[in-house]
């Protein structure tokens, strides 16, 4: 019976998502030609994808934007969880406007950064720097500052999700154990350290998993705020495997990049379970 139930969605899985991943792990070893038939070519995608300055450094700036944008998005999300927490009335309210990244539409979320990172002194982030005597930026139209502004807008988005996950974990907490810790003269600090972290540590593996393949899988705000540059200075994997097959018609390198995606998540993802059941040992 509960196959039955799940026979539907299945099928769409299979049609829609695990076909196309077989086909893609097929056109990784072969010179695509659309219309003109393809040929094999064996691992020649791979070497010219791996061969290429863009791939490393589309690699490493995937790899920056998930440690930051992980750390960010947890520990603002801890923050915001601790002082939301209770059943007040009034934090309703509160808890369901700090959501609402989460629930906005990526796209939108792009074009409000985008106004937010307007680059005059007029633009809504250089006027908050500018309280503290900075010189205005041009983040997304800079180099030096694109990859940040990607990170700021991923943490702002993802730290609401994480915020809910947490609160909901702060429940299973044994409140008689901070009572017990206030007794001992424990501080709000060690009370945090030795009871709250340790409680949530089940949320905290779930909210990193989740987390790890958001990130090595980001592209929608990349490809709205900046494209992957300027001059790629934040081009990630998704972004770099977009142009690859639609901008430059490389389809057989495209679907190289993708699986080097598929297998790197796979790999992160079993990195951190793997770390927090010997963590838990």
């Known amino acids: 019976m509960p ?15 695990f076909i ?7 056109m990784s070893f072969q010179d695509v030609q659309p219309y003109l038939g393809n040929s094999w070519v064996g691992t ?24 930051f944008q992980i750390t ?18 009034r934090l309703w309210f509160v808890r369901s406007a700090a ?9 939108v979320i792009a074009e409000l950064w985008r106004i937010i990172y307007y680059p005059t002194e007029d633009g809504i982030a250089n006027q908050i720097i500018g309280v503290f005597l900075m010189e205005p930026s041009q983040w997304i139209n800079s180099p030096d500052s694109s990859l940040l502004s990607v990170i700021l807008v991923g943490i702002w988005r993802d730290a609401p999700y994480n915020m809910i996950i947490i609160i909901a974990g702060l429940v299973s907490v044994d409140r008689s154990l901070y009572e017990a810790s206030s007794l001992d003269g424990a501080g709000w600090v060690r009370r945090v350290r030795y009871v709250t972290l340790p409680a949530l540590r089940p949320v905290m593996v779930i909210l990193l998993t989740l987390a790890a393949i958001r990130a090595m899988r980001i592209f929608t705000e990349v ?11 934040s081009e990630v994997l998704m972004t770099l495997v977009y142009q690859l097959g639609f901008a430059r018609n490389e389809l057989g390198v495209a679907a190289a990049g ?13 990195a951190v379970r793997v770390g927090s059941k010997r963590r838990n040992a």
């Open 223 to 233: 490809f709205l705020l900046t494209n992957g540059g300027p001059n790629g200075s």
């Open 44 to 67: 020649a995608n791979y070497r010219d994808l791996f061969a290429t300055d863009e791939f490393v450094a589309a690699l490493w700036h995937t790899a920056v934007i998930a440690v």
């Open 99 to 107: 959501f609402l990244p989460v629930v906005v539409p990526v796209a």
């Open 20 to 26: 196309p991943m077989g086909q893609a792990v097929v």
């Open 72 to 89: 960010g998005a947890l520990v603002l999300g801890f923050a915001l969880a601790l002082l939301l927490e209770g059943q007040a009335r």
């Open 258 to 270: 993708s699986v080097v995606l598929l297998v790197a998540t796979i790999v992160l993802t079993l």
């Open 3 to 17: 196959w039955l139930f799940l026979a539907p969605a299945l099928v769409l899985f299979l049609y829609f998502k």
